[in-house]
């Protein structure tokens, strides 16, 4: 016997369906609601592939959100570095001329 998982679409109680119940009706054990068990096995593979999908797009956001804070810290540290360059130039100018 293969027990399916879904969930009750009234109560949304965890049930386990067993395999051979599909494309028949079951009630839920908790709220004693009338379900058809409409070939689970198909919906649970779109509802897991749907689940891997938006778990891809979620990670790609947040490597975006990733390279967009580093790019930020680049670009702090460009602007810091470019500012000490600055005075080091000027100080080197000021020493060559008044020296
Ligand atoms: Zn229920």
């Known amino acids: 016997m293969k027990l399916i998982s879904m969930k009750c679409p009234e109560c949304s109680a965890n049930l386990d369906v067993d395999m051979s119940k599909v494309n028949s009706f079951i009630f839920c054990q908790y709220c004693n609601a009338k379900i ?5 096995n198909t919906e649970l593979e779109q509802t897991k592939a749907k689940y891997e999908y938006m778990n891809k797009t979620e990670k790609l956001k947040n490597r975006y959100h990733m390279d967009k804070e580093s790019m930020d810290t680049l670009v702090t540290l460009l602007v810091g570095l470019g500012i000490c360059a600055v005075i080091a130039i ?3 100018i000021f020493a060559l001329v008044f020296a």
Do not use: E, H
């Open 90 to 92: 000027g100080a080197l």
């Open 36 to 40: 058809y068990i409409d070939n689970t």
